[in-house]
């Protein structure tokens, strides 16, 4: 199953509802009514669902628009509008990068940074992990599995020591391995615990004075099966650190699908990556338009649309392609 199949069975539910309210007949008080709850449902937010809403009625009006179904193009492409990923913002891809890795325990944080690392080396990067979250139990050993998965090296202490020193040996190490991409896990962090904040921002600070050329990427990682807390999260966060982009993982069924559109809606942070499973790859980059389709694939989209967008063609299949759109 190829990643955009895995991404519309993980919001099926979500794209089922979606598909419903368009079925009305005629656009009615009770379809924007009814759209307006879906959305909301969704986890989109009520502010990003109340532009939604505004806007499509003026362009029902603009356009004289009778039917609920001709909306659905212009709600797909409202939404659309509320998310963007600027290709400037994968640039430190490509520079020699610390990229620090934050979030609450149990969003797959550290799942996410092996998923990260596998990508990166498969892109011929140099990559280096450090095991910066030193407090959880069995969480050196847990980053450990996933960097060995991900055939990289990883920078650890033993359960308990300073992250900080974790830090300050794995910017020397990737100094001197002229590693191209350092990920840093960090600990579970709680917006209410000051204490481990203020431990994130001596890590920072030991980036900036021992390795001052590269470049500080801060990625939170957020559970998007927990819908409006996850907005909350990166909500709190951002209160007191930068953040740069957002890893959206456990798309897989359980999670509602808007929150991607509440966040960058509502916060101006980009989600970059999304995850749609356990596997090593089961993680890419964010594509506004792949996860649009996905939320509104409810509507049965043909299978040689759906392939294209799946991009299971390569190079090579230009006549396929040719013969099947025949």
């Not at 100094?175 to 896990?185: C, P, Q």
């Not at 808007?258 to 749609?276: D, F, M, R, S, T």
């Amino acid at each position: 199953m190829g990643f955009f199949q895995r991404l519309k069975e993980g919001l099926k539910k979500t794209s089922s509802s979606i598909a419903n309210v368009f079925r009305a007949t005629e656009i009615t008080d009770d379809f924007y009514d009814e759209l307006e709850e879906t959305l909301i449902e969704a986890d989109m937010g009520y502010e990003t669902t109340e532009r939604v809403i505004e806007d499509l009625k003026k362009q029902v009006k603009e356009q004289r628009l009778k039917s609920a179904e001709m909306t659905k193009d212009l709600v797909m492409n409202n939404l659309r509008d509320q998310m963007s990923v600027d290709e400037s913002a994968y640039d430190f891809e490509d520079r020699k990068s610390v990229v620090f890795v934050i979030g609450v325990n149990g969003v797959g944080k550290t799942t996410s940074i092996g998923k990260l690392a596998a990508k990166y080396k498969a892109k011929g990067k140099k990559v280096l992990i450090a095991a910066g979250d030193t407090f959880r139990a069995g969480a050196v050993e847990q980053i450990r599995t996933w960097a060995n998965r991900a055939g990289v090296e990883l920078i650890a202490q033993g359960e308990g020591g300073d992250p900080s020193a974790v830090v300050f040996d794995a910017v020397s190490a990737a100094k001197a391995r002229g590693t191209d991409i350092l990920l840093i896990d960090t600990a579970g962090r709680l917006h209410n615990k000051k204490n481990l904040m203020d431990e994130l921002g001596k890590m920072r600070r030991i980036i900036s004075r021992e390795y001052p050329e590269a470049y500080v990427e801060s990625l939170i990682v957020l559970d998007g099966s927990t819908g409006q807390n996850a907005l909350e999260q990166a909500r709190q966060f951002s209160n007191v650190t930068e953040i740069n982009g957002i890893i959206l993982t456990k798309l897989d069924g359980t999670a509602k699908g808007g929150i991607a559109v509440a966040i960058e809606a509502e916060l101006n942070v980009p989600v970059k990556y999304i995850g749609v499973g356990e596997k090593v790859d089961d993680m890419e980059r964010f594509d506004p338009d792949q996860y649009i389709s996905a939320l509104f694939s409810g509507f049965s989209m043909p299978s040689d649309v759906e392939r294209i967008v799946e991009s299971d063609y390569s190079d090579d299949d230009d006549e396929r392609r040719e013969e099947e759109n025949v």
